[in-house]
């Protein structure tokens, strides 16, 4: 009898032993999961501000031009609705690639030009994942000439 509460109390202390090395090793893949997903996020943050601010520094240079805009960064630009829209598409590696294989995107927009020759061109700039969800966008604007 005495044998036997020793086999017990050893297997009580084994299961005891394994539930909290089971609550430490998920507590540990939570740690890891949140980790990946923050450096996931803040990478495609980082991209995504390389990126704007060319993109934003090629609007200025060209006047507010987008053809020579889109000449500059690798995309493509037309009209939609009155307005200008320009879109850069990107790959995994955040490379310039064709629409079909992109996973992220740039868009800048742009108001019809105002009254006179010389003016305030201005618009938006995004950066999206082709899923949809934005990852960065804020307002641009430069100064040009009417393109005619």
């Known amino acids: 009898m005495n044998r036997r509460s020793k086999?017990?109390?050893f297997l009580m202390e084994q299961l005891v032993v394994i539930g909290v090395f089971s609550i430490c090793a998920a507590a540990c893949i939570w740690i890891l999961t949140v980790s990946y997903i923050?450096?996931?996020n803040t990478r495609d943050m980082s991209n995504a501000?390389?990126?704007s601010a060319q993109a934003a520094e090629s609007y200025k240079a060209a006047a507010g031009n987008f053809g020579k805009t889109a000449e500059?960064?690798?995309g493509t630009s037309s009209v939609v609705g009155g307005d200008e829209v320009m879109l850069v598409y990107y790959d995994s590696s955040w490379s310039l690639s064709a629409e079909e294989d992109a996973v992220y995107f740039l868009k800048?927009?742009?108001a019809p030009p105002r009254e006179g020759n010389v003016y305030l061109l201005s618009g938006e700039l995004s950066v999206n994942k082709i899923a949809g969800e934005e990852i960065l966008s804020f307002p641009v604007a430069a100064r040009g000439?009417?393109?005619e």
């Open 108 to 110: 800048l927009r742009s």
């Open 72 to 74: 500059i960064l690798g």
């Open 38 to 40: 923050t450096t996931s």
């Open 7 to 9: 086999s017990a109390l």
């Open 49 to 51: 501000l390389l990126i």
């Open 145 to 147: 000439m009417r393109y």
